[in-house]
Each structure stands twice: as C-alpha cells, then as structure tokens.
C-alpha cells in the first residue's frame, strides 16, 4: 500500500533533483540490500529544517546514514547525534560520512537506543526518531529532557504504508505493535497534552510537533 495516488507519487519522484555521488551510492545500498531509509522527501524535510535552523539533532535510528547525510549536508555550527544498534551498518554509515565530507558534524552513537540515549548531552534543538517502531514513544520519553525549549520534533512511518487507516482487525504488512504504536503516537501528537503537531503525508507520514 502507498500513502499517495501513484500518479501523485510519480509526479513527486519526477521533481527529484540528482543525488550527490554517496547519496545517490546509499539509495543503491539500501534498495539492493533492503535496507529500510526514509522517502527522499523525508529526507529533504529534514534537510530544510536544518537549513534554515542549524540546529542540534538527535537522531534515533541511523541506518547507513541517509537521513543523517540529507541533514548534515545543511548544518553549519550545527551537528547531529545519530544513534545505531546494528553494528555493521554503522561502519557503513561512518565510510559515507567521511567520504561525503560530512565526518566532522555527525557523530555515530552504537549500541542500543534505550541505552545509549539517557547518555547524551543535549540540549538538542530537533529529535528525529526513526528506529524501532515499537519503541518510539519510549525514544520521545528519554529524549524529553534533553530537548531545547523550541525543539521539534520529527517521526517517520507514521502512516506506516497507509495501513494507519485500515480497522483493527484488517490483515496487514506491518506488525499490530507497530501499527498500535503509531496510531497512539499519532493520537499524542496532534490532540495530547505534551505536543502540538500534525501527521504530514510526506514519505511513509511524518509526524511534526513542537511542545505544547
Ligand atoms: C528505518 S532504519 C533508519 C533509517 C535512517 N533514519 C535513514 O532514513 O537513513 C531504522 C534503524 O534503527 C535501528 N534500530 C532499531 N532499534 C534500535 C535501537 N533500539 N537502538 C538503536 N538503533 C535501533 C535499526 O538497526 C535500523 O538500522
């Protein structure tokens, strides 16, 4: 299932301007080996967001470095925080940043984001979580204190292939975890008391928020 009319989604693939050559190097990774990254227009969301904010990001979920690459291309005083368990995909990501030139704003946290995300610094200005779907709410917890008083923040899959919107009961791609996890999500962003945002469908759905 896709969230948009294909017409709509050949359309927007068509506005795609050409990729940087370690850019353009991760979708082939990631499309031969299956390795899930964001939407090319999640990607250049976030990429504006730290264009025109340069912020702090924290980023749960690195993968190869996709989504890191697209918002470390924009950073100038900024830089980004990216969390990653798998360690193999973590050398993968820290070849790409060096060669994308990028080394120097991005640092690679491994280990298990449960874990490794208490110890972090901050403040961070922007969180973008895009790791364990089952566990994004926890992600957004223990990144609470650590978040700016401005601080956005970012979450993708939160339409989850369209599947959101299906009843309960309808049989599905993603697990029922997964699937209950960003409907309450999605539930907390745009009516709950802690955030103030909306669902956009952009890529897989991104929920936006700021504090409330
Ligand atoms: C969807 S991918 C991230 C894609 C990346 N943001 C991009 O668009 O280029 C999710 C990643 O989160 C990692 N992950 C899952 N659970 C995690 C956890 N608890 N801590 C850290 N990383 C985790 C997975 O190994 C996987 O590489």
């Not at 359309?11 to 299956?34: C, F, T, V």
């Not at 999640?42 to 470095?65: K, M, S, W």
């Not at 491994?110 to 200005?125: S, Y």
């Amino acid at each position: 299932m896709r969230i948009l009319d294909e017409q709509v989604d050949r359309y927007l693939e068509g506005l795609r301007p050409e990729r940087s050559g370690p850019m353009a190097e991760m979708e082939e990774l990631a499309s031969r080996d299956g390795i899930p990254i964001v939407h090319w227009e999640t990607g250049r969301f976030l990429a504006t967001l730290c264009r025109a904010l340069d912020p702090v990001v924290l980023e749960v979920g690195t993968a190869i470095g996709y989504s890191t690459l697209h918002m470390a291309e924009q950073l100038r005083e900024g830089r980004v925080v990216t969390l990653e368990v798998d360690p193999e995909r973590a050398v993968r990501a820290r070849d790409f940043f060096a060669r994308a030139g990028v080394a120097d704003r991005v640092e690679l946290v491994e280990g298990d984001a449960l874990e490794t995300l208490p110890r972090q610094e901050g403040p961070f200005d922007l969180l973008f979580v895009d790791a364990a779907k089952g566990e994004y709410r926890r992600y957004v917890e223990l990144a609470d204190a650590k978040l700016s008083e401005r601080a956005l923040l970012v979450v993708d899959n939160l339409l989850m292939s369209g599947e959101v919107a299906l009843p309960e009961d309808a049989e599905t791609r993603w697990n029922d975890e997964s699937l209950a996890a960003a409907r309450e999500l999605n539930v907390e962003l745009t009516t709950g008391s802690r955030w103030f945002g909306s669902v956009l469908p952009v890529g897989d759905g991104v929920g936006f928020a700021a504090r409330a």
